[in-house]
């Protein structure tokens, strides 16, 4: 871990890397362009992909982490996860324990939950590594999710923050699976946890605008959902009309 900065102390650190639906990503990169955020550090691990990424200007760099200062908290995100559990769990460890010695009073995670159908408003469950905690979302809206496991280093990271005594939850969206079959983002669900973070962080974003990006994505999944729906009843009519004439 490479520091830019020294840190001053900071009440949490937020963090979402890309998982179903890029739920977590999306919600924590928003505060961060939103809330005009300032890196301070990078995060390296041999468990990133092995690649280089290029930018626009033809620099290269590795896959890193990076953490972000917005002011009311920090940031932790990346634009890929290991994809081993041994290497989540280390990162998730490494960043739990940055946590710890940096004094962060709470490490929040944002993810997805995955549901066939969802309502426009979008409802958004937590778990905590206390009751205390839990409740402290549940009142700012959250439900409390009852069973289930969370994969990747937004529900690991929970576990290692408990490990290292801090107090930690994870804000799932609930999120429309076809989105996540066809590998699409989903920002309605993105919305639904930047606004619980808001208010726990007592800020204001305004999120309305990812609402226009989740329509296009909609209507674009939606109308390939209704193509695809089309193609397979052609030949049960052609079928139909076949046993008809005979």
């Known amino acids: 871990m ?14 979402g890397l890309p998982g179903m639906g890029r ?45 972000y200062d917005i002011g009311k908290a920090l940031v932790f995100t990346a634009d890929s996860q290991p994809q081993s559990p041994e290497g989540q769990n280390l ?6 324990e940055f946590a710890s010695r940096k004094g962060v ?19 958004v469950y937590v778990v905590g590594t206390d009751r205390k ?19 990747g280093i937004n529900g690991a990271i929970v576990g290692w923050s408990r ?8 804000l799932l969206g609930e999120t429309w699976a076809p ?9 309605r669900a993105s919305r639904s946890v930047i606004e619980v973070v808001s208010r726990f962080l007592g ?3 305004d999120s309305t605008e990812l609402d226009d990006f989740a329509t296009q994505v909609e209507k674009s999944v939606a109308a390939a959902i209704a193509k695809m729906t089309s193609r397979k009843e052609e030949p049960e009519r052609a079928g139909h009309r076949d046993r008809e004439v005979m």
């Open 105 to 123: 009073r709470m490490v929040l995670a944002a993810a997805a939950y995955v549901v066939p159908t969802v309502d426009r408003a979008r409802r």
């Open 163 to 170: 490990y290292y005594n801090i107090p930690a939850a994870v």
């Open 23 to 67: 739920v977590g990503y999306i919600t924590v990169n928003y505060l961060v362009e939103k809330l005009e955020g300032v890196l301070v550090g990078e995060v390296y691990s041999t468990y990133f992909p092995s690649e280089l990424e290029v930018d626009d200007s033809g620099l290269g760099s590795l896959v890193v982490g990076r953490i």
């Open 203 to 205: 800020i204001q974003v």
């Open 133 to 151: 905690t839990v409740e402290v979302f549940t009142s700012l809206g959250a439900i409390a999710l009852r069973g289930g496991t969370i994969s």
């Open 179 to 187: 989105l996540v079959e066809v590998g699409e983002s989903d920002f």
């Open 2 to 15: 490479k520091l830019r900065r020294d840190l001053a102390k900071r009440e949490a650190l937020l963090v």
């Open 91 to 96: 990162l998730s460890k490494k960043v739990a």
